[in-house]
Antibody, heavy 120, light 109 residues
């Protein structure tokens, strides 16, 4: 059974860079059928897609966050990572990683999510 | 790009049917049959319920169905059950990015 697990600091200071890693187990990240994505959810609010990466390293990002987002992949560790720079309180959210089927553009497996709070 | 538009809340009694709408534009919902729907219970990760407008993943009840007309997609839940009470989100491919709806809270009365 495929599992995804987010990890990283739960508290980030304003203006700093948020960094999270998603570890994939039970399957290979190097599959040609999937992208690997990051989605976030501010407390009490809806879901927002941040961006996705293919195992080759090609990426596509939410245009509204593109200037601050970098997603990378490490196939040797079966992991992909998110960096979000210049964070503010508005970036406080639960961050999810998920597997995205390329053919259907749907997210079929999700991590449990990790809360990241931006505060000094 | 703007979020897809969903009603903030819908409600229904056990056994009834409800429909949640998801309105986008000709650049997203209207252009691609790549609309998916997610169910999210409090404190849990979203769960894929419908993909490609109307297809159900293995294990999802056939009480859940999806459709699309023009720029609006819809999720219908028939035979409402207490465990269906949750938040529901639509999602559409938009050519070079993905966009979610604002979410709909379903209350089972």
């Amino acid at each position: 059974q495929l599992q995804l697990q987010e990890s990283g600091p739960g508290l980030v200071k304003p203006s700093e860079t948020l960094s999270l890693t998603c570890t994939v187990s039970g399957g290979s990240i190097s599959s040609s059928s999937y992208y690997w994505g990051w989605i976030r959810q501010p407390p009490g609010k809806g879901l927002e897609w941040i961006g996705s990466i293919y195992y080759s390293g090609s990426t596509y990002y939410n245009p509204s966050l593109k200037s601050r987002v970098t997603i990378s992949v490490d196939t040797s560790k079966n992991q992909f990572s998110l960096k979000l720079s210049s964070v503010t309180a508005a970036d406080t959210a639960v961050y999810y990683c998920a597997r995205q089927l390329i053919r259907t553009q749907s997210f079929d497996y999700w991590g449990q999510g990790t809360l990241v709070t931006v505060s000094s | 790009q703007s979020a897809l538009t969903q009603p903030a809340s819908v409600s229904g009694s056990p056994g009834q049917s409800i429909t949640i709408s998801c309105t986008g534009t000709s650049s997203d919902v209207g252009s691609y049959n790549l609309v998916s729907w997610y169910q999210q219970h409090p404190g849990k990760a979203p769960k894929l319920m419908i993909y490609e407008v109307s297809k159900r993943p293995s294990g999802v009840s056939n009480r859940f169905s999806g459709s699309k007309s023009g720029n609006t997609a819809s999720l219908t839940i028939s035979g409402l059950q207490a465990e269906d009470e949750a938040d529901y989100y639509c999602c559409s491919y938009a050519g070079s990015f993905v966009v979610f709806g604002g979410g709909t809270k379903l209350t089972v009365l």
